[in-house]
């Protein structure tokens, strides 16, 4: 029974303490070979589609500008120059557009990182320097029945942990996945920048890329507030409470984490 709560918590230990690690990476450092493939078709495949949609929005840029003028004759040359400034920085915008996007998430990356150095809080219960104590006041004292209800306790929560080790490494893994979909098709809505009507699609491009970025804060946030809560866990005092404060701790982390996505969308208005 005690290597069995050992192990319960080690888990659990070793998987919230494994969040800040996954957050804190950018999409290619946290799978190169998933980045390379992504970046590839990128590259080979949205770039062209990109390409066309500059000269459907430019072509649009044109026709607007040539009606608004009196079919050009109050067009002069500032119009113009205006009008060929656009379809540079159109051409540059999707030439580099993978730059800008992971310079976005190396900001989130920061972000994370510098959370992780101020929260400062282990997010470990120290097992093994309190089994004995525990032992000794509780167990030595148990009866048959209650010994067997506390195993049966302990599979419960022991079960029940695992589970939400696998949610937590669902939403992290989901969230790097939405990255990567996001980097695939970025240069799409980059090319609709240069015009008013358009733009709309390139700014709420954007403002999902952010949201994806300080996520990882927002889940930086999250594991903060578990640390502090389960600092107060005593295993020793009470096992039956320390077992199910554990469990409800880590089911709040799970449902937070589930959250965070929704409340950075909702900061940055994306949708």
């Known amino acids: ?26 999409p290619s450092s946290w799978n190169s070979g998933i980045f390379n493939m992504v970046k590839n078709l990128s590259d080979t495949v ?13 072509c649009y840029e044109l026709i607007n500008m040539v009606v608004e003028k ?9 119009q113009l120059f205006q009008y060929l400034f656009k379809a540079c920085i159109a051409v540059v915008l999707v030439s580099h557009t993978s730059d800008f996007v992971l ?13 992780g150095g ?3 809080s282990s997010t470990s219960i ?26 049966i306790e302990t599979m419960i929560v022991s079960f029940a942990m695992k589970i939400m080790s696998v949610l937590i490494t669902v939403i992290l893994y989901g969230r790097m996945i939405e990255i990567y979909c996001f980097v695939s098709v970025a240069p799409i809505p980059y090319a609709t920048f240069t015009n008013r009507d358009w733009s709309n699609i ?56 589930f959250k965070t996505g929704s409340l950075a969308k909702s900061c940055f208005s994306a949708h």
């Open 1 to 26: 029974m005690l290597s069995n709560l050992s192990n319960m918590f080690t888990d659990v230990n070793t998987k919230v303490g494994s969040i800040a690690g996954e957050v804190s990476q950018t």
């Open 46 to 58: 949205v770039v062209p589609i990109a390409g066309m949609v500059i000269t459907f929005v430019l």
């Open 70 to 78: 009196n079919n050009m004759h109050d067009i002069g040359s500032a």
């Open 103 to 115: 310079g976005i998430f190396d900001v989130g990356s920061h972000l994370v990182t510098s959370a």
């Open 118 to 120: 101020v929260i400062g």
């Open 126 to 151: 120290n097992v093994e320097a309190t089994l004995t104590t525990m032992f000794n006041n509780q167990l030595s004292t148990m009866e048959i029945g209650e010994l067997i209800g506390l195993g």
């Open 202 to 257: 390139g700014s709420n491009y954007l403002k999902g890329v952010a949201a994806l970025a300080v996520q990882g804060f927002f889940i930086m946030i999250c594991v903060g507030i578990y640390a502090v809560l389960v600092s107060g866990i005593s295993v020793a005092a009470n096992l039956h409470s320390a077992l199910w404060e554990v469990m409800g701790y880590t089911v709040i982390l799970c449902f937070s984490l």
